[in-house]
């Protein structure tokens, strides 16, 4: 791997996300996830345009990194079934663990408060 897995999960968080270059998404996954990773991406963005990442930490070992995430923004598109309410959330904690092969990432889990975005937004769960 020539490049360190935690500057391509930072570029993924800081250049895909928050900065909406989806065509960076055939560069930073490996083919099996990258059309699913961009849909991801394309659908929270157009929910939430205004995202903003903020990286916590990142810790790397072997192949794996694991990254804990602050997540903000306004809800100005459709999300979990809900039409945009306007309202913004901040600080809602995440937490990846990515998985690279060759340099890109092949796997990616995570969790997120999703009670806490929620509540923020002012909807209830589906």
């Keep these: 791997m020539s490049e360190d897995p935690k500057r391509i999960v930072g570029r993924v968080v800081d ?3 928050a900065g909406g270059d989806l065509s960076l998404v055939d560069e930073l996954f490996t083919d099996g996830l990258a059309q699913r990773a961009r849909r991801w991406f394309a659908t929270f963005r157009a929910s939430f345009e205004d995202v903003r990442m903020e990286t916590v930490q990142l810790v ?4 794996t990194v694991v990254g804990r995430f602050r997540c903000s923004g306004t809800h100005q ?4 079934g809900h039409p945009p309410t306007g309202r913004r959330f901040e600080g809602v904690d995440e937490i990846y663990f990515f998985r690279l092969e060759g340099g890109r990432i092949a796997e990616m889990w ?4 999703l009670d806490s975005r929620r ?4 909807i209830t769960s589906t």
């Design 15 to 17: 250049e895909v996300i």
């Design 77 to 80: 598109g459709p999300w979990d």
């Design 60 to 63: 790397a070992e072997g192949d």
């Design 119 to 122: 509540r923020q937004l002012g």
């Design 110 to 113: 995570g969790l997120e408060d």
